[in-house]
């Protein structure tokens, strides 16, 4: 097991950011007919993908019981670059017995539980309601029964598309019923509605009423646009021994926040967060370093140019204030965690790892450690960020 850093001697640790790996048959358990005949392509057909049969194979032997020595070697290294070498394979990423285990290796209380990289998007885009409902349906009773293992410590994160507002209600409630602890939604506008609008306002009450947060994650909002990557030259990539299929680029990374930005900017400046101040929002694998200037610009634009918006008039805080009182983020883990502490106050940040993605790094106690040692993060700063702000945004 990676060495866990003096940050976490007696202290409680939540993770905000983990990740299930979906396996064949996962849908299949929970989902209709029509909703599996119907389902949108994968963006990554990974069982036509030559290049990751060995890393397939790889990972249903050793759960089926047939390599111990990788299982072994997993165990005593969870977090570690073995793991690394194959997500699929990962301790704890397709089987919940071993996923409530790893929180015990790794020295972790509670963990979010998201999905993984694929099947959400054949659904959730889909031009067919009954589709995405049927497949929220389906994909949420799968995350659900995951979690079943260990639900006071696994906490479900489940989908909830805003394409049709009644839908969307009905949807969330049936979510809440069955046991999801928190409710990822798409951040750009649908239908001509935006974000804020009025329509969506019997769900964000039931959402409040029920102590379950809003999830905005990474693929929340519209990619670059695929013109942006054609630049008439190909574009070479070293080829190494890690074969990880991941959605992010690097020119992706300084522009996950865009569509999120637009977002809070409506649900500040248009009072849904007013309306609902019991309403929170998890800000997940999108990074933070962004939100210094995000703040300072809620906030200056409120000041300088919205002087004859009587909306903006009745608002009682701050807009920056909004996201202080209600809204949680997790950092990358090689971001300058410390730097944004400094500028967004301690009640904002929450540690994650993204297990068992390759973005969540091999090391993030230590990673993270560095960033707030070099900071000299008082304990009530380390307390808020390693458990304090989860616990807040989870309403524990």
Request: glycine content about 8%.
């Amino acid at each position: 097991m990676t060495a866990l850093s003096s940050h976490c001697d007696g202290r409680v640790i939540h993770d905000a950011d983990s990740h299930i790996v979906e396996g064949v048959g996962f849908m299949e358990s929970f989902a209709s007919k029509y909703v599996l005949d119907n389902l949108d392509p994968p963006f990554f057909d990974f069982n036509n993908m030559d290049a990751l049969k060995p890393f397939f194979q790889q990972a249903e032997k050793r759960l089926k019981g047939e390599d111990p020595e990788l299982t072994a070697k997993l165990k005593a290294n969870v977090l570690g670059d073995p793991q690394k070498i194959n997500m699929w394979a990962a301790y704890g990423a397709k089987d919940n017995a071993e996923r409530r285990d790893s929180l015990d290796l790794i020295g972790i209380n509670k963990q979010l539980v998201f999905p993984g990289l694929v099947f959400v998007s054949r659904f959730a885009k889909s031009n067919d309601l009954e589709v995405i409902y049927g497949g929220s349906e389906a994909h949420n009773r799968g995350m659900v029964e995951f979690c079943s293992e260990d639900p006071e410590r696994l906490l479900a994160v489940g989908y909830l598309s805003l394409k049709d507002p009644v839908r969307a209600l009905a949807s969330a409630k049936q979510s809440i019923e069955m046991g999801v602890k928190s409710l990822w939604i798409h951040s750009d506008a649908y239908d001509d509605r935006a974000p804020s609008h009025i329509d969506y306002d019997p769900i964000w009450a039931l959402m409040e009423e029920a102590g379950v947060p809003i999830s905005l994650h990474i693929g929340s909002g519209a990619r670059l646009p695929a013109a942006y990557a054609n630049t008439g030259v190909k574009r070479e990539f070293g080829s190494g021994k890690v074969i990880n299929v991941e959605t992010t680029s690097p020119k992706d990374v300084p522009i996950l926040h865009h569509s999120i930005e637009r977002w809070l900017m409506c649900m500040i400046y248009d009072g849904v967060l007013e309306r609902f101040p019991k309403l929170k929002v998890g800000l997940i694998e999108l990074g933070a370093n962004w939100l210094p200037a995000c703040m300072f610009n809620l906030d200056m634009g409120a000041k300088e140019l919205g002087k004859f918006d009587l909306g903006l008039k009745k608002l009682s805080l701050k807009p920056s204030e909004y996201i202080t009182r209600q809204v949680r983020a997790t950092p990358l883990h090689f971001e300058d965690t410390g730097w944004i502490l400094r500028n967004v106050g301690k009640e904002v940040l929450m540690f994650n790892t993204d297990y068992p993605h390759p973005e969540g790094g091999a090391d993030p106690f230590g990673d993270f450690q560095r960033s707030l040692d070099a900071v000299n993060a008082t304990k009530e700063e380390l307390d808020a960020f390693y458990s304090k702000n989860f616990e807040d945004l989870m309403g524990l």
